[in-house]
Nanobody, 119 residues
Framework: QVQLVESGGGLVQAGGSLRLSCAAS????????MGWFRQAPGKEREFVAA????????YYADSVKGRFTISRDNAKNTVALQMNSLKPEDTAVYYC????????????WGQGTQVTVSA
């Protein structure tokens, strides 16, 4: 059974940083692309970032480009999202996901971790 477990969320002031981590089990992440999505209250889930199997190709939503960095450690079977210069509008539940390509479809999802950015 595939499980993706996110960690690292929390409360941070605007301008601060957080590092999210996603640990996979039942899945060898070197065989799939990984991504992060987020969902704010009252809004639809939206794409944040994705990385291909080798880690050479990375994709970001315009809203986070230059502030967030996605990375993967295939040896540890983990993927991370480093978030800098956080803004209140980054407040959301962040989800880790895995799929065939960085553009989807994404077949596996974690339970999410809350990120709250105070003004």
């Amino acid at each position: 059974q595939v499980q993706l477990v996110e960690s690292g969320g929390g409360l941070v002031q605007a301008g601060g940083s957080l590092r999210l981590s996603c640990a996979a089990s039942g899945l060898t992440i070197s065989s799939v692309s990984m991504g992060w999505f987020r969902q704010a209250p009252g809004k639809e889930r939206e794409f944040v970032a994705a990385i291909n199997r080798s880690g050479m190709d990375k994709y970001y939503a315009d809203s986070v480009k230059g502030r967030f960095t996605i990375s993967r450690d295939n040896a540890k079977n983990t993927v991370a999202l480093q978030m800098n210069s956080l803004k209140p509008e980054d407040t959301a539940v962040y989800y880790c996901t895995a799929g065939a390509t960085p553009h989807g479809p994404f077949d596996y999802w974690g339970q999410g971790t809350q990120v709250t950015v105070s003004a």
